[in-house]
């Protein structure tokens, strides 16, 4: 198994991880009575932060699936997981890490160095695209 199949592994667990974590956060508020079974919003706009933010946090990881995860599935798909296996898994690590601190804060510095996460992951998807556009459009 390449980092590029870990990585993308890794990512959709991650989302599985927190879809699963925002169904037990809701089950528990029901349990509680403190929200309604049929009175969230996808967004988790009105939840308490928490879990607002956890809403966000998984809704971020699959908004950011269609290019992270299309990269590697193209890269995969055509034999050239070896343009994305070296920095494969430290998206994953800049992903994770955004979530993370998303979860904890949202104050002025956790948004920032949630940004910078962020910024890690495009800088790396758009490396990824020079080198497949390189090799597919220059004839390799």
């Given at each position: 198994?390449?980092?590029?199949?870990?990585?993308?592994?890794?990512?959709?667990?991650?989302?599985?991880?927190?879809?699963?974590?925002?169904?037990?956060?809701?089950?528990?508020?029901?349990?509680?009575?403190?929200?309604?079974?049929?009175?969230?919003?996808?967004?988790?706009?009105?939840?308490?932060?928490?879990?607002?933010?956890?809403?966000?946090?998984?809704?971020?990881?699959?908004?950011?699936?269609?290019?992270?995860?299309?990269?590697?599935?193209?890269?995969?798909?055509?034999?050239?997981?070896?343009?994305?296996?070296?920095?494969?898994?430290?998206?994953?690590?800049?992903?994770?890490?955004?979530?993370?601190?998303?979860?904890?804060?949202?104050?002025?510095?956790?948004?920032?160095?949630?940004?910078?996460?962020f910024l890690v992951q495009v800088g790396i998807c758009f490396y990824w695209v020079f080198l497949?556009?390189?090799?597919?459009?220059?004839?390799?």
């Open positions: 198994m390449n980092d590029t199949i870990i990585g993308l592994l890794g990512y959709i667990t991650w989302i599985l991880v927190l879809l699963v974590w925002i169904a037990v956060y809701r089950t528990l508020l029901v349990a509680k009575k403190e929200q309604a079974v049929n009175g969230f919003k996808a967004d988790g706009s009105n939840s308490p932060p928490f879990g607002e933010r956890l809403a966000r946090a998984q809704g971020n990881c699959v908004e950011s699936f269609a290019f992270i995860g299309g990269l590697m599935l193209l890269a995969l798909a055509t034999n050239s997981a070896v343009i994305t296996n070296g920095l494969a898994l430290l998206l994953l690590a800049a992903r994770l890490a955004q979530s993370i601190t998303h979860l904890i804060s949202t104050n002025v510095l956790a948004v920032q160095v949630r940004f910078g996460f497949l556009l390189s090799k597919f459009m220059g004839g390799n």
